[in-house]
């Protein structure tokens, strides 16, 4: 697959850095969603439990700068505050309760800081595939966003891969214009997944591309494969189509119950 780095107006200086080997990878959608609350310390280690070697995250920015993990802006759905989670500082996170939400039993849990999960992957030496969030306050606070998840990541082993991927290709240009050695994958959701793909990913200096599952067929990916890309395919809860994936030639699927998919 293209080296992270291949991107266009390159020195071949900049190329030299090898995209994760990644194979029929099994990837913790959020932790173990199935099992613990989305995105906390709880779902993660649950994955890791159940045998997960890669794990996938959300980032965004709290108000403050801090990186957290969480999928939606609006912290209502799984938390018991309400608002932005813009309008937070880091001290807040104490106060708020990712848990009890799912259920009482994860009460006290609390939004991750992207720092605790750095700590956990260098712990529990599994990877990951960290999804920027598509920012919804400019681009100074997309590129802050950008910079502070690359200085998080600098604090990881050397052993461990990393993919970083977001739906927004503006941010996943600057990403790459800014710091090329990272490994990028491109998000699609099938109605936005045009012919221009090819243009897309090369503009985006990316390694892999990830589609999501509905319409995605043998062809499609046999395009993205013969083209020089890994394909990470979401959402797969079911063995059978994860098994068909992989027989395309898929190199990974996210999933809501890693250790449940035995392949
Ligand atoms: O990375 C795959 C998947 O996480 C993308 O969708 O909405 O779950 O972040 P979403
Ligand atoms: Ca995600």
């Known amino acids: 697959m293209p080296a992270a780095g291949d991107g266009v107006g390159e020195s071949a200086a900049r190329s030299d850095r090898r995209a994760p080997s990644v194979e029929r990878a099994i990837i913790a959608h959020r932790g173990l969603p199935s099992a613990a609350p989305e995105n906390t310390m709880a779902s993660f280690r ?10 996938e995250a959300d980032v965004d920015l709290l108000g403050d700068g801090t990186a957290v993990i969480l999928h939606d802006t609006l ?49 529990s030496r599994v990877n990951a595939n960290i999804e920027l969030k598509a920012n919804e306050q400019g681009a100074a606070r997309t590129v802050a966003l950008i910079d502070t998840v690359v200085e998080a990541l600098a604090r990881l082993d050397a052993e461990r891969e990393i993919i970083v991927s977001s739906f927004s290709q503006p941010l996943l240009m600057t990403l790459h214009q800014r710091h090329p050695e990272l490994a990028i994958g491109v998000l699609y959701e099938t109605a936005t997944l045009g012919e221009d793909w090819r243009s897309v990913l090369e503009l985006c200096g990316a390694s892999f591309v990830h589609p999501q599952d509905a319409g995605l067929t ?8 013969a083209a020089g890309y890994g394909v990470n395919v979401w959402t797969i809860n079911d063995e059978k189509r994860a098994g068909r994936l992989f027989d395309w030639g898929c190199t990974g699927v996210f999933t809501d119950v890693a250790g449940e998919l035995s392949l």
């Open 46 to 55: 649950a994955a890791v439990d159940a045998g997960a070697r890669w794990i």
């Open 218 to 225: 043998a062809d499609r990916v046999r395009a993205f494969i």
């Open 75 to 123: 912290l209502d759905r799984t938390t018991d505050a309400s608002g932005s989670m813009y309008d937070l500082r880091r001290e807040d996170l104490e106060r708020i309760d990712a848990g009890s939400w799912y259920d009482e039993r994860f009460a006290g849990e609390r939004i991750p800081t992207l720092d605790e999960v750095v700590a956990f992957l260098n712990t």
